[in-house]
T-cell receptor, first 115, second 106 residues
């Protein structure tokens, strides 16, 4: 049973470009979470998704950021018109059920660098 | 004030020492997690607990719900335990502490 997979592991974008980060949850997991870790800062919740539904997006910046978890395929975190401040490590985690009950399993992260 | 506070922020010890990392939180929670982040950046879940105590190898985690406090202990510490240890609480979503950077010298 493969763990949570994220790709790419490293992504370099110029200011104004789009960044697409992918997360494939563990087999059997229908809940996906995205977290951001800014340089020298702690992890921050961004969004919680179930298949085809956004459950909680209270941690997402209001503009330029969006997330989806389609019926088929990986979850995607999309950042439009990236700025230098978006440079961070983005981690995805998955669980088989509610966050209150089940442990989350983390992916290796995608390190986004905006030049 | 952060909802989840860890202490100390940095801890350096000699191999073999008993290590304690503390976590206090101010919100109602359904569970508390201890995570380990290695220098390469990967995050591993060590414990998820909602009461009492859990043990896994040389690691022990305790939680006191009434006092809103948890501790992570490492017995017979080893240089490979060097990492950032992160406390997080589940209150519908994960809220993270700032982490404790642990360095174990041989």
């Amino acid at each position: 049973n493969a763990g949570v997979m994220q790709n790419p592991r490293h992504l370099v974008r110029r200011r104004g470009q789009e960044a697409r980060l992918r997360c494939s949850p563990m087999k059997g997991h229908s809940h996906v979470y995205w977290y951001r870790q800014l340089p020298e800062e702690g992890l921050k919740f961004m969004v919680y998704l179930q298949k085809e539904n956004i459950i909680d997006e209270s941690g997402m910046p209001k503009e330029r950021f969006s997330a989806e978890f389609p019926k088929e395929g990986p979850s995607i975190l999309r950042i439009q018109q990236v700025v230098r401040g978006d440079s961070a490590a983005y981690f995805c985690a998955s669980s088989p059920g509610l966050a209150e009950v089940y442990e989350q399993y983390f992916g290796p992260g995608t390190r986004l660098t905006v030049t | 004030k952060n909802e989840v506070e860890q202490s100390p922020q940095n801890l350096t010890a000699q191999e073999g020492e008993f290590i304690t990392i503390n976590c206090s939180y101010s919100v109602g929670i359904s569970a508390l997690h201890w995570l380990q982040q290695h220098p390469g950046g990967g995050i591993v879940s060590l414990f998820m607990l909602s009461s009492g105590k859990k043990k896994h190898g040389r690691l022990i985690a305790t939680i006191n719900i009434q006092e809103k406090h948890s501790s992570l202990h490492i017995t017979a510490s080893h240089p490979r335990d060097s990492a950032v240890y992160i406390c997080a609480v589940t209150s519908q979503k994960l809220v993270f502490g700032q982490g404790t950077r642990l360095t174990i010298n041989p």
